[in-house]
């Protein structure tokens, strides 16, 4: 097993990626960017070194800076966390050519399933069922009318090189394909430095299901269960659950077999998703691969009991999978809320601003995964996520009532957050009774009850708190510091927090 890994990301994710290093007994090394000296993952790293400016392309965003750090650090092994260099399979070869292992699938790998025509024509030949549609890319408006005409009206024109939704266009009538063709092949080529796009026939009202996988590098992979992620908001996940309503055990095995044939057939190591569209006949379809950690990954470890970060260090560390498919046992129920620095009664305008008081929920069935605290500010440079609350129960009733009663019992001042909102879901009959598809806020929310209804004396108090906790904070003058030491280090050695491993 490594001795000492780099984590090339920041956030709730890399403080996840740290807390299981430490329980292996893993040295860390944090990147910061310089509005990030003092951030969570810096303080519980054991080495950290900076790499630029706050904006992510100018520090998280670069290549060089991250492997010369791993270098200087002596870490063996950096993991990339989700977004930023993640799926980026230039990084893991660099990563490689240094010498050192990159905590993910290989570069080859991610390039299978990152051009999603090829991804598509693998998991045909696969026998996964794709939705119908192009074969390849397609070059002018006459073909794609061609192929939108022998599938059937609507159609999505979606890019190549995208995923997640970005640049795909929906085309209802044969007279709007030309000109909707167009500007989805100049939005892809601007946004991904690749014009090409493919067609396929819109599935419409799907739910949107993920099967997370795992991979050792001596041929074994098995599948984790899926994921339910049909709760979002313009392509932006608000609730995950596992398991998903709307499978039964037979329908799991199929998709759970097509998952882990998909991760077969592209070599695939590491964790990863293969992520499905069901239609109301209960068809499902390969959309993409995430060849990531993903965001949600918490909701599997839940109701599996394993941690896919232990997993993906010791697959990439060349051991092997400790269980067979037959192995895993999945028990109860977990949602996952996404609290962001939002403002739902604005149109989630991000709320930028400092944490002024922050009380965290706790208790039987609660994981809170963030990587900021009181004091932090939400900043215009990162996603503006606070934390991932998770929840499990014996039952989906359990599960749901657990998580109304621990965001309830969150107190946050200094930003407006999605709490309301994630609270309307779950209180929402349809949402309860499992009878929703990846439409639902669309066509169901129209906005939250004021703050002020639902809360006007839990914030007047939090507020009172704030102020008396800001009085008795008693800072380390700045000069009684030991010298060259990261500020934040030094602060929390001076008043004797270290912990020993
Ligand atoms: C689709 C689709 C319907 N039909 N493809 C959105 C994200 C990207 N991964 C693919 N997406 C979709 N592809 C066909 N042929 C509907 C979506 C889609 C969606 C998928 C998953 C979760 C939320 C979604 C919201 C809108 C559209």
Not at 285 to 292: A, D, I, P, S, V
Not at 333 to 354: M, Q, T, W
């Amino acid at each position: 097993m490594f001795q000492k890994i780099l984590v090339a990301n920041r956030g709730e994710i890399a403080v996840r990626v740290i807390r299981t290093c430490r329980e292996m007994g893993i040295r860390t090394v944090a990147v910061y960017s310089q509005a990030d000296r003092l951030a969570l993952h810096v303080r519980m790293a054991d080495e950290a070194y900076e790499i630029g400016p706050p904006p992510a392309r100018e520090s998280y965003l670069v290549q060089e800076k991250i492997i010369e750090a791993a270098k200087r650090s002596g870490a063996e092994a950096i993991h990339p966390g989700y977004g930023f260099l993640s799926e980026n399979a230039a990084f893991a070869d660099q990563i490689s050519t240094a010498g050192l292992i990159f905590i993910g699938p290989s570069g080859e790998a991610m390039r299978r399933m990152g051009d999603k025509t090829a991804a598509r024509q693998l998991m045909q030949s696969a026998g996964v069922p794709t939705v119908p549609g192009s074969k390849d890319a397609i070059h002018d408006p006459n073909e794609a009318l061609a192929i939108a005409e022998y599938v059937g009206f609507p159609v999505l024109i979606k890019a190549s090189a995208g995923g997640g939704g970005k640049g795909m266009r929906l085309v209802h009538r044969a007279e709007d394909l030309p000109a909707l063709f167009n500007t989805a092949a100049s939005e892809a080529r601007s946004a991904f430095g690749d014009g090409r796009v493919y067609i396929e026939k819109y599935v419409e009202n799907p739910r949107h299901l993920e099967f997370q996988i795992i991979a050792d590098q001596h041929g074994n992979v098995v599948h984790l269960g899926e994921r339910e992620c049909s709760i979002q908001r313009r392509h932006q996940k608000v609730i995950e659950e596992s398991p998903s309503t709307l499978l039964d055990e037979k329908m799991r095995r199929q998709m759970g077999e097509a998952a882990v044939e998909a991760a077969r057939r592209c070599g695939y190591s590491n964790a990863g998703t293969i992520e499905f569209i069901v239609d109301r006949h209960r068809n499902f379809y390969f959309l993409e691969m995430n060849t990531r950690l993903q965001v949600e990954h918490p909701v599997t470890e839940m109701v599996t009991g394993l941690d896919l970060v232990r997993l993906q260090l010791e697959v990439a560390a060349g051991g092997k999978l400790p269980f067979k498919q037959e192995q895993i046992e999945r028990r109860g129920h977990a949602l996952e809320c996404r609290v962001y620095a939002e403002d739902p009664e604005n149109n989630f305008l991000p709320s930028i601003g400092k944490l002024k008081y922050l009380q965290r929920p706790g208790g039987n069935g609660v994981r809170e995964d963030s990587g900021v605290g009181e004091g932090d500010t939400i900043s215009i440079y990162y996603d503006p996520m606070i934390a991932k609350l998770i929840t499990w129960g014996a039952s989906r009733d359990e599960a749901i009532r657990r998580m109304r009663r621990a965001l309830h019992e969150y107190e946050i001042v200094g930003v407006r957050t999605t709490i309301p909102f994630c609270l309307w879901v779950l209180n929402h009959a349809k949402f309860c009774a499992g009878e929703f598809d990846t439409h639902f806020v669309q066509n169901e929310f129209r906005g939250v009850q004021p703050a002020a209804t639902n809360g006007q004396f839990d914030l007047a108090a939090a507020a009172l708190a704030a102020v008396l906790h800001q009085q008795h904070r008693t800072p380390a003058p700045a000069d009684s510091l030991p010298k060259n030491q990261h500020p934040a280090v030094s602060a929390w050695k001076s008043r004797g927090w270290k912990q020993t491993r």
